[in-house]
DNA sequence: AAAACATGCAACTGCGGGGTTGCGTTTAGC
DNA sequence: GCTAAACGCAACCCCGCAGTTGCATGTTTT
């Protein structure tokens, strides 16, 4: 489909890659990590989790492709970090579609009314 | 990661499959359209998309397997239409996630005007 | 200078996702 | 009853993702 239908709205789009970057429950988690506890490195990152270094490292990478994280280099680390602008557009982009349904819903409200 | 870390809260392992049946611009498309069309077809969900309608079938049922979308057999149609109620805890569950990056974003403020 | 640490790079595997084609089956519509 | 529409099923292809291992490189640290 991807642009049918009379034009597909820009900020669906737009959300599909960002979707698909917090479709794995690993990435999903580093966010949450480097969320509540700021920015952090891969060693640090790798710690805990129960995968290797290496594969955390390319999950950082392609969160990084979607814009979500950026990383800064310190001496012999890396440090990643969460981008605010970023991260602030996907919540945007979240919320309209949040919106989106909400009023979709309620109109299948209706219907169960009738 | 996974569950590492003081194990992850549970609307963030639920939020994984979400948004990885959400991270496909054709999947996206299908949610779009019939959220504002209401229940459709296969065959006219795949008249305006660019693949095939076997294509969006498969579609279709993973977003079944994230119980976003149900089907419901009419005559010689497949009728499939949005699940109202997952559909709400989905949409739940990225307001969580949109909460969450907001005080985060708030604390990144801090940093900065510091 | 040597040991320990943090990471990069490259090659390789396995598997599932997205897509297709071909053909069979059921249901409308004349 | 026959044709066309709507769909199911199955096989198949390709590619990229998630993950690994092994080794090289650069940086602290003592």
Redesign the pocket.
Known sequence: M?RARSAAPAFLTDAAPLF?AL?????LGVVARLCREGPL??????EDA??????I???LE?LAGAGLVR?T???????WELEPRRLEVARRCLERISAQWDSALERLQEFVEE
């Open positions: 991807s698909a479709g794995d429950e690993t990435r490195s891969i060693a640090r990152l790798s129960d995968v290797t270094r290496q594969a490292t390319k999950h392609a990383d280099r310190r001496g012999r680390e890396r440090i």
